[in-house]
Protein backbone atom coordinates (compact mmCIF):
# COMPACT_ATOMS: atom_id res chain seq x y z
CA UNK A 1 0.00 0.00 0.00
CA UNK A 2 1.58 3.67 -0.65
CA UNK A 3 2.45 5.68 1.74
CA UNK A 4 2.54 9.22 1.37
CA UNK A 5 5.29 11.63 3.08
CA UNK A 6 3.03 13.34 4.84
CA UNK A 7 1.79 9.50 6.58
CA UNK A 8 -1.30 9.40 5.02
CA UNK A 9 -1.52 5.90 4.13
CA UNK A 10 -3.19 5.55 0.67
CA UNK A 11 -5.85 2.67 -0.65
CA UNK A 12 -4.66 -0.06 -3.13
CA UNK A 13 -3.80 2.03 -5.56
CA UNK A 14 -0.35 3.75 -6.78
CA UNK A 15 -0.78 6.49 -9.15
CA UNK A 16 2.70 7.18 -9.15
CA UNK A 17 2.61 11.06 -8.71
CA UNK A 18 5.76 12.24 -7.25
CA UNK A 19 5.25 11.87 -3.23
CA UNK A 20 3.88 8.41 -3.70
CA UNK A 21 6.56 6.12 -2.00
CA UNK A 22 6.54 3.06 -4.16
CA UNK A 23 6.35 -0.70 -2.37
CA UNK A 24 8.18 -3.40 -2.57
CA UNK A 25 5.46 -5.54 -4.17
CA UNK A 26 4.43 -2.67 -6.92
CA UNK A 27 8.14 -2.39 -8.30
CA UNK A 28 8.59 -6.19 -7.96
CA UNK A 29 4.74 -5.83 -10.39
CA UNK A 30 6.34 -3.92 -12.32
CA UNK A 31 9.40 -5.67 -13.26
CA UNK A 32 7.77 -8.63 -13.92
CA UNK A 33 5.38 -6.91 -16.44
CA UNK A 34 7.65 -4.63 -17.81
CA UNK A 35 10.29 -8.25 -18.22
CA UNK A 36 7.18 -9.50 -20.06
CA UNK A 37 6.69 -6.94 -22.14
CA UNK A 38 10.15 -6.57 -23.57
CA UNK A 39 10.85 -10.35 -23.93
CA UNK A 40 8.65 -12.87 -26.00
CA UNK A 41 10.41 -15.84 -24.63
CA UNK A 42 10.48 -15.65 -20.92
CA UNK A 43 8.99 -14.48 -17.55
CA UNK A 44 10.87 -13.62 -14.66
CA UNK A 45 10.47 -15.02 -11.24
CA UNK A 46 8.17 -13.26 -8.75
CA UNK A 47 10.91 -14.10 -5.65
CA UNK A 48 13.82 -12.68 -7.91
CA UNK A 49 11.66 -9.35 -9.05
CA UNK A 50 10.73 -8.78 -5.41
CA UNK A 51 14.73 -9.27 -4.15
CA UNK A 52 15.69 -7.12 -7.20
CA UNK A 53 12.72 -4.59 -6.19
CA UNK A 54 13.98 -4.60 -2.60
CA UNK A 55 17.44 -4.19 -3.12
CA UNK A 56 16.69 -1.17 -5.48
CA UNK A 57 14.29 0.72 -3.03
CA UNK A 58 17.77 0.37 -0.41
CA UNK A 59 18.45 2.89 -2.90
CA UNK A 60 16.02 5.12 -3.07
CA UNK A 61 14.75 5.11 0.02
CA UNK A 62 11.60 7.64 0.07
CA UNK A 63 13.23 9.87 -2.67
CA UNK A 64 12.61 9.18 -6.88
CA UNK A 65 16.21 10.57 -7.41
CA UNK A 66 19.93 8.80 -6.36
CA UNK A 67 23.56 10.10 -7.44
CA UNK A 68 25.03 7.47 -9.80
CA UNK A 69 28.53 7.76 -7.59
CA UNK A 70 27.26 5.66 -4.73
CA UNK A 71 26.53 2.67 -6.96
CA UNK A 72 28.89 0.04 -7.29
CA UNK A 73 29.40 -1.87 -10.65
CA UNK A 74 27.02 -5.28 -9.70
CA UNK A 75 24.75 -2.60 -8.52
CA UNK A 76 25.19 0.07 -11.84
CA UNK A 77 24.30 -3.64 -14.09
CA UNK A 78 21.42 -3.99 -12.43
CA UNK A 79 20.07 -0.41 -12.71
CA UNK A 80 21.06 -0.19 -16.63
CA UNK A 81 18.76 -3.11 -17.01
CA UNK A 82 15.81 -1.31 -15.45
CA UNK A 83 16.67 1.23 -17.24
CA UNK A 84 16.40 -0.68 -20.95
CA UNK A 85 12.97 -1.76 -19.00
CA UNK A 86 11.63 1.68 -18.75
CA UNK A 87 11.57 1.69 -15.24
CA UNK A 88 14.54 3.68 -14.56
CA UNK A 89 16.16 6.53 -16.40
CA UNK A 90 19.54 8.70 -16.87
CA UNK A 91 19.88 12.35 -15.66
CA UNK A 92 22.36 14.28 -15.90
CA UNK A 93 23.75 17.68 -14.40
CA UNK A 94 26.61 19.46 -15.40
CA UNK A 95 28.40 22.74 -12.92
CA UNK A 96 31.20 24.85 -13.67
CA UNK A 97 33.88 24.62 -10.27
CA UNK A 98 35.50 27.37 -8.84
CA UNK A 99 38.65 26.54 -11.08
CA UNK A 100 36.35 26.49 -14.16
CA UNK A 101 36.37 22.88 -15.10
CA UNK A 102 33.13 21.34 -15.52
CA UNK A 103 31.79 18.59 -13.46
CA UNK A 104 29.20 15.80 -14.79
CA UNK A 105 26.54 14.63 -12.03
CA UNK A 106 24.52 11.81 -13.41
CA UNK A 107 21.65 10.59 -11.30
CA UNK A 108 19.07 7.76 -11.71
CA UNK A 109 15.76 8.26 -11.14
CA UNK A 110 12.44 6.24 -10.84
CA UNK A 111 9.37 6.49 -13.13
CA UNK A 112 6.96 6.80 -10.98
CA UNK A 113 3.81 6.71 -13.71
CA UNK A 114 5.27 4.08 -15.60
CA UNK A 115 5.92 1.94 -12.76
CA UNK A 116 2.41 2.36 -11.44
CA UNK A 117 1.31 1.37 -15.41
CA UNK A 118 3.06 -1.65 -15.44
CA UNK A 119 2.41 -2.75 -11.98
CA UNK A 120 -1.77 -2.17 -12.70
CA UNK A 121 -1.97 -0.34 -9.50
CA UNK A 122 -2.53 3.45 -11.24
CA UNK A 123 -6.88 1.94 -10.33
CA UNK A 124 -8.43 0.69 -7.42
CA UNK A 125 -9.13 -2.96 -7.37
CA UNK A 126 -6.75 -3.95 -10.07
CA UNK A 127 -3.48 -5.35 -10.06
CA UNK A 128 -1.32 -8.20 -10.29
CA UNK A 129 -0.45 -11.06 -7.77
CA UNK A 130 2.16 -13.80 -8.94
CA UNK A 131 1.22 -12.53 -12.89
CA UNK A 132 -2.63 -12.95 -12.29
CA UNK A 133 -5.24 -10.09 -12.28
CA UNK A 134 -6.74 -9.92 -8.70
CA UNK A 135 -9.30 -7.97 -6.72
CA UNK A 136 -8.52 -5.88 -4.06
CA UNK A 137 -10.20 -8.33 -1.24
CA UNK A 138 -8.60 -11.67 -2.58
CA UNK A 139 -5.21 -10.57 -1.17
CA UNK A 140 -6.47 -11.75 2.67
CA UNK A 141 -7.55 -14.96 1.42
CA UNK A 142 -4.20 -16.02 0.73
CA UNK A 143 -2.95 -14.68 4.62
CA UNK A 144 -3.03 -17.80 7.07
CA UNK A 145 -5.87 -17.39 10.39
CA UNK A 146 -2.92 -17.33 13.05
CA UNK A 147 -1.78 -13.98 11.17
CA UNK A 148 -4.38 -11.97 12.89
CA UNK A 149 -3.45 -12.96 16.33
CA UNK A 150 -1.27 -10.68 18.48
Avoid: C
Avoid at 21 to 48: C, H, P, Y
Avoid at 64 to 86: A, P, Q, S, V, W
Amino acid sequence: MPINRDGTSGSSTFPGNKDDVISRLVLARAIQSSFVKKNDEGTIETDVAEEMAEHVLNFFGFGERIIDNMLKTDDRDIFYMLEDLGILKTEREETTLYDGREWRINYWTLKKKYIADLSGMGRKGEGLHRGIPFDDEEIYEELPDDIWSR
